[in-house]
């Protein structure tokens, strides 16, 4: 299937169908009509391979009381006005395909953008605990 042309980069947040979203819950989950998600693919992937029809993206949660300092990121609404106070969860990392991605909201701010980074570096270098 020949995927519709979107300008994506690294750091956006966009809407994607809740439906087409894992995220396992807690708790009892609110289901909504769309999601906002984090696109964390690379810009360099996204230039090399534009035809790539996925991207890796993270969904967001208003669900605070569930915040883990070692998967996800706060962002703040002062920071995005199309959004409430949500946190990144890092732990549902996951492919999404482009043409799922439904409206543009925001992007991270370059603080945001690297606490991301130093998040998932940490989920994929961390050893586990000695027993």
Known sequence: MKQPHIHLEQGQIW???DADIV??????RTPHTTRPVAV???DFI???????PTVLIAPLST????FDKYHDVT?????HPRLQDSRIVLSLLQPVRKDLLVDFVDKLTPFEIEAVKVRLADIFARPAPKE
């Open 23 to 28: 995220m396992p819950g807690r708790g009892a």
């Open 46 to 52: 996204l230039k090399v391979d534009p035809q790539q």
């Open 75 to 79: 962002i703040l609404r002062t920071n």
């Open 63 to 66: 669900q605070m009381d569930y």
């Open 40 to 42: 964390l693919t690379s």
């Open 15 to 17: 809407l994607a169908r």
